[in-house]
């Protein structure tokens, strides 16, 4: 009777010299290999080759989406900031998450970190296990439309979450009115809700109220909660002040010209320092809003209008006497935002 038993599997020893040869080989090629990717304050940037995950180093000062060159097995050189497509490459190759900004992180460990929330419960739960609460989403540009209560697009690689812009699907309505109902004090009922809202948005307006009083009661008490470490205490504090300066100084320059405040986001240089400024400012009793860039002293960078290239020669309060002296048959015959 033949015997049905399975005879063991042979397997090939490994040779180790052969391996070692080979994954050296694998580092000096990679040395040669030009490498996009993501990268944050004292972070790492991470590539996978033949299924091994390479970890390296960048001792330059630099924050954001970059191409880098290996010098060695553990350290890279930054050659220059990334390309849009060629970001827009490395983001395509994670799964897509839409979301709803809420607030830029005070923190300042990670600048362009936002919190955010999951549009979807159910999809944003059954692929990833998020649930309805705030999470972190890295590398938000305000000049590629990271704003407050915005509908964006995130990737996911892991535990990390990716920005890749604005939800082309979104109707920009519904952020402008979450905007302007955040705007109204916290302890006044809104008057009418506006129609079609979903409920993560709901959800979004009562965190944003619930997060302003976290923060006034945080300057009132000395810290929003009891950090582990002074240092982080001291941070946060400074943070929030310099942030609500920053709101006074813009709120003051554009009521100077009888114009109004809807939103402001700061633009981080690569280096993560503050750079820039995106606000979000309106006429007095109009409801066409625009959107400048202006310096921390408040210049502008770029008008969000036309002004033959004599952008700079304006402040932010003149910028606004500008359109207020402009002719009515200057305006735009269309009622999309600029």
């Avoid at 082309?168 to 905007?179: F, G, I, Q, S, V």
Wanted: proline residues 6%.
């Amino acid at each position: 009777m033949p015997d049905k038993r399975k005879s063991p599997v042979t397997r090939g020893k490994v040779d180790a010299r052969e391996l070692i040869a080979r994954l050296g080989q694998q580092g000096r090629d990679l040395q040669e290999c030009e490498l996009i990717a993501p990268l944050l304050v004292g972070g790492r940037i991470r590539t996978r080759l033949n299924g091994l995950v390479y970890e390296f180093r960048v001792r330059q000062r630099f924050v954001g989406w970059g191409r880098f060159r290996p010098t060695g097995e553990s350290e890279a050189h930054l050659i220059e900031e990334a390309l849009p497509w060629e970001r827009g490459s490395y983001l395509e190759l994670f799964p897509a998450l839409r979301m709803l900004l809420l607030w830029p992180d005070s923190g300042g460990r990670f600048p362009g970190t936002w919190w955010a929330l999951p549009y979807n419960e159910d999809d944003a739960r059954r692929r990833f296990g998020l649930s309805m609460e705030p999470v972190p989403v890295f590398l938000c540009d305000p000049m590629e439309g990271a704003e407050r209560f915005e509908r964006v697009t995130v990737r996911v690689d892991g535990g990390m979450r990716w920005f890749e812009g604005p939800d082309l699907r979104a109707d920009p309505r519904h952020a402008e009115w979450l905007r302007d109902a955040a705007a109204v004090e916290s302890d006044k009922p809104l008057e009418k809700l506006l129609s079609g809202l979903a409920s993560s948005e709901r959800l979004a307006l009562l965190l944003w109220r619930i997060h302003q009083l976290e923060l006034t009661r945080g300057v009132a008490d000395g810290g929003m909660r009891p950090p582990q470490r002074r240092r982080e205490q001291r941070d946060w504090l400074a943070g929030q002040t310099r942030q609500r300066a920053l709101e006074q100084q813009l709120r003051h320059a554009l009521s100077k010209a009888d114009a109004t405040l809807h939103s402001y986001s700061e633009v981080a240089a690569s280096d993560g320092s503050p750079h820039h400024m995106v606000v979000e400012w309106s006429e007095h009793g109009q409801t066409r809003r625009y959107r400048s860039l202006v310096d921390p002293g408040l210049n502008v960078v770029s008008s969000g209008i036309c002004l033959s290239g004599q952008d700079r020669d304006f402040d932010l309060t003149s910028l606004v006497n500008v359109m207020a002296a402009s002719p009515s048959w200057a305006g735009y015959d269309d009622e999309e935002d600029i």
